[in-house]
C-alpha cells in the first residue's frame, strides 16, 4: 500500500440506538437512500417480534420512525431496489411482504407459505423481479413478483444436504450457504425459463468449510467474495472465469486465529479507498464479527510476499458491544458507515475513517 498506514484508518462509534426488548439479529440498509443528497434508511429486527425502520435527519443521526409488528421471531429481512417493499423472514415459516404505502407507513400486503420448517434468510435479487428464501428445511425457494401484489414460486432449489443459513443474489446468480458446509452456486438455464441448476457446490475440491456456513458477501466488482464459518475461519473466493460467461469460483486463501469463538458475519466494503487507479488500484476491505463482541477489519495485503490474493487485520474494535454480534454491514452513501446489531439488544452506527473521503455514490 502507498500513500497512507494502517494508523490513518478507525472505526468510530457515532451512535447507539436501543428500542429493541431482545437480541438483535440483523440489519439491512435501503440501497437506494442516503446517495446524493437523500437521508439513508436501514431495517433492524429481533426476536423480540419486531422489525423497526430507522431514517437519518439533518443531522446525521438515525431516529425510529416505525416499528412493524411480527406474530414471531424474524429471522432476516431484505429491501427490494423496486416496488418500496421489504421481506422478512419469519420463524414459523412464513415470509412476510411489506410494502410502503406512506411516508413512514408499512402495510403487510402478502404472506409467503411453503417451507416445512423456520425462513433463515431471504434476499432480492437487484430488479427486485426475484426473492429469495431458504430454510431449515435444507431447501431454497425462488419466488417471482407478479402484479397486484401477488408471488409466484418459480422454482424449489433442492441439493443441500443440512438447513440452508443464508441466501445471497449476484445479478443472475444465486449463492446458498448451508449446515452441510458447502455454499452452492445456483443460475437459471440459459434455454429453459424458469428452471434452474447448481452449477458449482465451493466443497472439498476446493478447501471447504468444516462447519456451517452462517454468511457471506461480495465484492463490489462481484470478482470476490468472502464467507465466514462455526469453524473460526473467513474464507476469500475469486471467481475464476475471465470471459464472464459463466460464474465460477475458486479457494484464494482462508484466515484463522483472528477468531477463537463463532464468526457470525462477514460484510465486504462496496466502496473504493479513493479515486480507482487501474495501474495501482487500493486494496479491498471486508469486516467480521461474532461471539467475541469485536468487530475486525481487514485490508488486502499487497505487500505479500508469498504472492497470491491475501488479506491482514487492518484494525480491531474491542468490546464494540456488551454481547454477541450477529449482523454488521457496510454502507458508503455519501459517507463510510457500518451498522452492527447485537444480542445486547442495540444497534451502533460506526464511522469508517481513512485517509480520502467517500465521495458521492451512485446509487445503480
Not at 470476490?224 to 474464507?235: A, E, G, P, Q
Not at 486465529?257 to 495501482?280: A, C, M, N, Q
Request: hydrophobic share 35%.
Amino acid at each position: 500500500m502507498k500513500n497512507f498506514s494502517d494508523d490513518d484508518f478507525e472505526l468510530r462509534e457515532i451512535q447507539k440506538l436501543e428500542g429493541h426488548t431482545g437480541k438483535v439479529l440483523g440489519i439491512a440498509w435501503r440501497e437506494d437512500t442516503g446517495v446524493w443528497g437523500s437521508q439513508a434508511i436501514f431495517a433492524s429486527w429481533s426476536d423480540d417480534k419486531t422489525i423497526r425502520i430507522w431514517e437519518e435527519n439533518f443531522s446525521g443521526f438515525f431516529v425510529l420512525k416505525t416499528v412493524l409488528e411480527a406474530s414471531c421471531i424474524v429471522r432476516s429481512c431484505s429491501w427490494s431496489r423496486e416496488f418500496n417493499l421489504l421481506a422478512a423472514a419469519y420463524s414459523d415459516a412464513t415470509t412476510a411482504i411489506w410494502k410502503k404505502v406512506g411516508v413512514h407507513t408499512y402495510e403487510h400486503v402478502y404472506t409467503l407459505k411453503g417451507h416445512e420448517n423456520e425462513v433463515r434468510s431471504v434476499s432480492w435479487n437487484r430488479d427486485g423481479q426475484f426473492l429469495a428464501t431458504c430454510g431449515g428445511d435444507k431447501s431454497v425457494w425462488i419466488w417471482e413478483v407478479l402484479p397486484g401484489n401477488e408471488f409466484d414460486c418459480t422454482k424449489v432449489l433442492e441439493g443441500h444436504t443440512e438447513d440452508v443459513k443464508i441466501v445471497q443474489w449476484d445479478e443472475k446468480i444465486l449463492f446458498s450457504g448451508s449446515s452441510d458446509n458447502t455454499i452452492k452456486v445456483w443460475e437459471e438455464t440459459r434455454f429453459v425459463n424458469g428452471d434452474w441448476r447448481c452449477i458449482q457446490t465451493l466443497d472439498k475440491s476446493d478447501r471447504e468449510h468444516t462447519s456451517a456456513v452462517l454468511c457471506l458477501s461480495l465484492s463490489k466488482e462481484r470478482r470476490r467474495m468472502v464467507s465466514c464459518c462455526d469453524d473460526l475461519t473467513i474464507k476469500i473466493w475469486k471467481n475464476c472465469d475471465e470471459d464472464h460467461s459463466i460464474e465460477l469460483w475458486s479457494h484464494a486463501c482462508t484466515l484463522s486465529g483472528y477468531h477463537d469463538t463463532t464468526i457470525f458475519t462477514v460484510d465486504w466494503l462496496r466502496d473504493k479507498l479513493r479515486h480507482i487507479d487501474y495501474d495501482h488500484p487500493d486494496p479491498e476491505i471486508f469486516a467480521s464479527a461474532g461471539a467475541d463482541d469485536a468487530i475486525r477489519v481487514f485490508i488486502e495485503d499487497k505487500d505479500n510476499e508469498a504472492g497470491g490474493l491475501s488479506f491482514k487485520q487492518l484494525l480491531k474494535k474491542e468490546k464494540a458491544h456488551e454481547a454477541n454480534i450477529n449482523s454488521i454491514k457496510w454502507y458508503s452513501g455519501d459517507k463510510r458507515r457500518m451498522a452492527s446489531a447485537s444480542d445486547d439488544g442495540t444497534v451502533k452506527i460506526w464511522e469508517f475513517v481513512c485517509p480520502w473521503p467517500a465521495g458521492p455514490r451512485d446509487p445503480s
